[in-house]
Each structure stands twice: as C-alpha cells, then as structure tokens.
C-alpha cells in the first residue's frame, strides 16, 4: 500500500507558490528512517552510515542526515565540495570513485577522507599524485567475480568495471604495507536495489572471510569493513520493505562467527545506502497537462523523464497516486469507488520511452490534475538532465511541523544559456 504525507488541498497551496513540477521531500519520514538504521547496528560500536550522495545530491537533506550522525560517501569532486559544506570532512568522508583524476584524489585527500581505491594501478598512481607518500588510512573496493552473484540491476560482478580482484587485493595490502600504510580497509558494493535481506548478510559474511585470511596472509589488522549499500526499497506496492533489523541480527551473527571467532579483532562496520534512506520519502509532483486518444490513451504531464529518469532508463516501476480521491495517509487503492483509466502516462520529450507508467491503470484524471509518483527520493532529480532544453524542477522539503520550504529552486532559461556567450541570445529578454 502506498500512502501520502499531505492532502491534494496541501499540494494545490503549495503549488501556487512553487509551480509543478517538483520534488518533496519529507524530513520527519527521512529522520525517522534513518534512525532505525542506526538502531540495527547499534552492536556494533563504530558502526557508521554514509549516506550515497549521488542519490539525493542536495545539502539540505545531507545536513539533515549529518545531523542524524551519517557521513558522506562521495564519488566526485562535486560531492565532495557537498560534503565540505555541511561539516563532513575528515573520516565523515568516504571517497569511493573509479576513473578517478589526480584532482579529486588530491581533493579527497586534503579534506582527510577516507580514500577507497577502485584498482590495483591506482595505489601508484595516488602515491604520485601526493608527491610520493600514501594516507594513513587507505581502502580497497573488492569485486568477487564470480564467487559472488550480483542481481538482475547491478548485473554480474565479473562484468562490472569495479574494484579488485581476490588476488589483487593481496598484493595490494601487501604494498601498503610496505609502503607505510598503518590502517587498512575493505569494501564491496555488488548489489542494487536488493530486496534480500540474506543477501546482504551473505555480503557481509563474505569480507569477514576475507578479512581473515588477507590479516593472516599480510600481516596486518582491519580498521573497517564497508558492506556497501544496494539495500533496496518497495516500490510496486505489492512488495515488502526490508527487514533491516533482520540484516542487522543476521550481520551481528556473522561478525562474530566469522570475524571475531577467526581471532580479528572488533573492527568498525560502515555502511553506505542511499536509496533506502531517502528514496520512499520522495515524491514527484507533477499536472495533468494533455490527454490524448489515439490507439492507446495517453496522460501528459507537465513532468517528464528529465525529472525522473528510471522509467525510461531501467523500465522501472513508480507508483503513481492521484490526491483528489483520497486525504494524507490514503491512496484511491482504498477506495473501490474510484474511477479507473488505462493508459500510458508520458512526458513531453521527443523520445518515445518518456513514459512513466505504460498500460497502467490509475484513477480517471482529467487536465490540470495533481499526480504523484512515488519513491522518486533517490536517484530521481539527482540523474536530470536537460535535452530538449528542458530544466531542471524544484526541491521541496515538508518540514516536521508541516510547513514547506523550497531547498533548490527551479532552474530557469537564464540558468540553461548561461554557459553560451552567443551574441543573439544576449540581446533577448528570457522568461
């Protein structure tokens, strides 16, 4: 069952301040979320979230999250500059990249991050760039190939461009080692939007393992193991959200089966989920633009896959809600009442897969109607773009006490020629 946190009469006053399109967020389900993460590795000491920036790029909701006692996993010199202004630096910061350029590295460095190295060529190639020394603290990615099956979103691990292989790692902690590296940590990310929880488990379970034997076989001991994120959320109403309390008894079981009774140390378990901290929090509200009957019926909104992207990328489901036929807290699903429409609901791109629902049925709307899509709180605004020329929408936050404010405004045509010094586009007045 998918629910709302505001009425369609909350929508309609909101929209006359910011216009539809946006995205809302709703920090109360944000906040409460996170701390339930938090909850289920509460065993472990150092247990520490670092919140994917790239699901939800915004600074707002990453102070929000530092303020909940979460970090920053970042991939690029953008996220980390996003770090740095809300007060993650230091060991806040993971810096898990690939392709990476001497800059970023030397960026991530400066502001203290942890640094989680994707390739064996990078060890060098990082020493290089700080003039011939290595951090203190340094991580490596690990891809298992094929003794680790990946899911049907991420794909198989031996065909990811991602991390080190069993046998690199060996000889690359080996390296560090002799090179002066005194704290050491291990990383995976092999699955996406992961339903399992035994998956995750098995994760875990798996560079426990690992740890052990390379500690035993190098000579050194373990800081952290980072399981990575990929803990995935429900978007088709049918399915059942994670029971993260479930991975963390499970992942306690493992630590001290495979870690502690093989004679390592307690060592600190990071954790770096962005979707399932965000994503069911985060709603795309669009309007009724057209509706068009031709073979099939289609409903236009004033959205499109510029604002939501995984529809047309993935072929994802996100659910869709129209508000007028239910208040906060209920959707027309409750209300056999309702009146239905088959249709395709699109967007205005030349391209014929800007689609957000294919031959779905949703309740009957007419032109100027409110629709939501939900679960779009993650890796929804963050992957716009602007072909056709379309820009960017607002982000909206519904505070806890009810009240909205706007924590990225709706980019304007000023804002999509700004890069061009064309001398006919300087002589015209933009909207």
């Known amino acids: 069952m998918k629910t709302l946190p505001f009425t369609a009469e909350q929508l309609e006053t909101w929209s006359k301040t910011y216009p539809t399109p946006f995205h809302i967020y709703d920090e109360k389900a944000i906040r409460a979320n996170a701390r339930r993460l938090k909850a289920a590795f509460a065993w472990n000491k150092g247990f520490h979230e670092y919140f994917a920036v790239k699901a939800a790029p915004n600074p707002y909701l990453m102070a929000m999250l530092r303020e909940e006692g979460f970090g920053s996993d970042c991939s690029s010199m953008a996220e980390l500059v996003l770090a740095k202004a809300v007060g993650n630096v230091g060991e806040d910061i993971m810096f898990t990249s690939n392709d990476t350029p001497a800059e970023e590295f030397r960026m991530a460095c400066e502001l203290g991050a942890i640094v989680n190295l994707d390739d064996i060529s990078h060890l060098a190639f990082l020493e290089d760039t700080l003039g011939g020394r290595l951090p203190e603290l340094l991580c490596c990615r690990y891809n298992p190939g094929p003794l680790k099956g990946g899911n049907a979103i991420i794909g198989k691990p031996e065909e990811a461009k991602y991390g080190f292989t069993r046998e690199q790692l060996f000889d690359a902690y080996a390296q560090m080692k002799a090179k002066g590296v005194k704290r050491f940590g291990l990383h995976t990310m092999v699955a996406s939007n992961e339903l399992d929880p035994q998956y995750i488990v098995d994760t875990a379970t798996?560079?426990?393992?690992?740890?052990?034997?390379?500690?035993?076989?190098?000579?050194?001991?373990?800081?952290?193991?980072?399981?990575?994120?990929?803990?995935?959320?429900?978007?088709?109403?049918?399915?059942?959200?994670?029971?993260?309390?479930?991975?963390?008894?499970?992942?306690?079981?493992?630590?001290?089966?495979?870690?502690?009774?093989?004679?390592?140390?307690?060592?600190?378990?990071?954790?770096?989920?962005?979707?399932?901290?965000?994503?069911?929090?985060?709603?795309?509200?669009?309007?009724?633009?057209?509706?068009?009957?031709?073979?099939?019926?289609?409903?236009?909104?004033?959205?499109?896959?510029?604002?939501?992207?995984?529809?047309?990328?993935?072929?994802?489901?996100?659910?869709?809600?129209?508000?007028?036929?239910?208040?906060?807290?209920?959707?027309?699903?409750?209300?056999?009442?309702?009146?239905?429409?088959?249709?395709?609901?699109?967007?205005?791109?030349?391209?014929?897969?800007?689609?957000?629902?294919?031959?779905?049925?949703?309740?009957?709307?007419?032109?100027?109607?409110?629709?939501?899509?939900?679960?779009?709180?993650?890796?929804?605004?963050?992957?716009?773009?602007?072909?056709?020329?379309?820009?960017?929408?607002?982000?909206?936050?519904?505070?806890?006490?009810?009240?909205?404010?706007?924590?990225?405004?709706?980019?304007?045509?000023?804002?999509?020629?700004?890069?061009?010094?064309?001398?006919?586009?300087?002589?015209?007045?933009?909207?």
């Not at 870690?259 to 962005?274: A, K, S, V």
């Not at 896959?305 to 993935?314: D, F, Q, T």
């Not at 899509?373 to 602007?386: E, K, R, T």
């Open 206 to 431: 798996m560079l426990f393992d690992l740890v052990v034997e390379i500690s035993r076989a190098v000579g050194i001991v373990f800081d952290f193991v980072n399981i990575g994120g990929g803990v995935g959320i429900p978007y088709r109403p049918d399915q059942q959200a994670m029971d993260i309390e479930l991975v963390g008894r499970g992942i306690e079981e493992s630590y001290r089966a495979h870690l502690l009774g093989q004679g390592h140390p307690d060592l600190r378990l990071y954790m770096e989920c962005g979707r399932c901290i965000t994503g069911p929090y985060g709603y795309l509200v669009a309007r009724v633009r057209h509706i068009k009957r031709t073979y099939r019926t289609y409903v236009g909104l004033d959205a499109c896959m510029a604002n939501l992207m995984r529809p047309a990328l993935y072929g994802a489901y996100h659910h869709i809600s129209v508000p007028k036929y239910g208040e906060a807290g209920t959707t027309y699903t409750e209300k056999v009442e309702t009146p239905m429409m088959l249709c395709d609901v699109t967007g205005s791109l030349c391209e014929n897969n800007d689609k957000f629902a294919v031959q779905r049925e949703i309740p009957e709307v007419a032109p100027g109607d409110v629709v939501v899509i939900h679960d779009a709180g993650a890796h929804g605004h963050a992957m716009g773009f602007q072909y056709n020329g379309k820009l960017r929408s607002a982000e909206l936050l519904l505070k806890e006490d009810g009240s909205v404010v706007q924590i990225r405004r709706a980019e304007t045509l000023a804002d999509y020629f700004a890069t061009l010094d064309h001398p006919g586009l300087a002589c015209q007045t933009l909207p």
